[in-house]
């Protein structure tokens, strides 16, 4: 008998898909009028967003700076006359002198602090490291009332509550970590060799951290300065449970005046305002002059 031969099944043809007639989805029309209606919702958002803000702010600008301002566009005429009365009213000047006693020595204190701890971080290896870099990372991540609400239970259990000293340690828990992050690079980056040099020639360890290290991180001291002491100059949900009449910061008092304004000019309020708003905005153009400063000088 002949062998049959098997049967083989033809595969169907695979239908040829002409490229040019596939087109992804963001090239395509829908596509395009998504992204399109994407890229235009987004931008004005952001446009009502901007004037929202940037309208408010211009509104307690005029006012505080305005003599009369009812029905019109702008103010009939401008005076400083509103400064002049919030800084006599609520003895402005004697707020913001706590304020800058208790910030510039916090800051001092956490530089001085932070440095060794910064160094012993960036030059040994030992156990729980990471965990100790972690609890540094606590203030930044968790919020404030966590940790704000029992710090003033034992202040006020031990007596730290509504005094300086107590409100500089307060500081100290935002300034020595946010100082302990921004020293790190710098230190991390300096060549190990210029230290065991030193060292060989017989420099104590003061002499090395005064002689050797310590220049070398001028820039990034400067720049830990300034950014410590504008987080310390805000700090506020801390500063509000444990300080007392006689030791409330400015930005403590601003909050209480306007909660309490009652039937206070709106002018003297928004002055008042102002008067916290503008040492804020110094100080952030002047860190953010100084970072821009540090980044050319370093190259990077």
């Keep these: 008998m002949r ?18 007639n596939r087109q992804p989805l963001k090239n395509s029309k829908k596509g395009k009028f998504l992204q399109g209606g994407y890229k235009t919702t987004s931008w004005v958002l952001i446009l009502i967003f901007l004037t929202v803000v940037l309208g408010m702010t211009l509104a307690v600008i005029l006012s505080a700076f305005g003599e009369e301002w009812y029905g019109t566009i702008l103010p ?13 009213a609520y003895e402005v000047g004697e707020y913001f002198k706590i304020t800058m006693e208790i910030v510039l020595t916090a800051t001092v204190i956490s530089l001085v602090l932070s440095l060794p701890t910064v160094y012993i971080l960036a030059r040994r290896d030992f156990p729980f490291k ?11 991540t968790l919020p404030d009332l966590l940790y704000a609400i029992p710090v003033a239970s034992i202040f006020y259990s031990i007596g730290l509550a509504e005094t ?27 060549d190990p060799r210029l230290e065991y040099a030193a060292q060989s020639l017989g420099a104590s360890k003061f002499k090395l951290f005064q002689r050797v290290i310590i220049p070398q991180i001028i820039p ?16 506020f949900t801390i500063i509000l449970l444990i300080s007392g009449p006689k ?16 039937s206070q000019p709106p002018a003297m309020l928004n002055s008042l305002a102002l008067t916290l708003m503008i040492p804020l905005l110094f100080f952030s153009f002047l860190s953010l002059w100084v970072s821009s400063f540090t980044q050319k000088r370093l190259g990077k």
Aim: proline letters at 6%.
């Design 3 to 20: 062998a049959e031969k098997p049967i083989i099944e033809e595969e169907a043809p695979t239908p040829v898909i002409n490229e040019k």
């Design 76 to 88: 009939e005429g401008y005076t400083m006359e509103w400064f002049v009365n919030a800084w006599q």
């Design 130 to 140: 990471q965990a100790l870099l972690g609890f540094f990372q606590m203030p930044f």
């Design 164 to 190: 300086m000293t107590g409100l500089i340690i307060v500081n100290l828990i935002v300034g020595i970590p946010f100082s302990v992050f921004i020293l790190l690079p710098y230190v991390e980056s300096l």
């Design 220 to 235: 990034g001291i400067t720049a830990s300065a300034i950014n410590i002491f504008i987080r310390m100059f805000n700090t």
């Design 247 to 262: 030791t409330q910061t400015l930005n403590v008092m601003v909050f209480s005046v306007l909660q309490g304004s009652g």
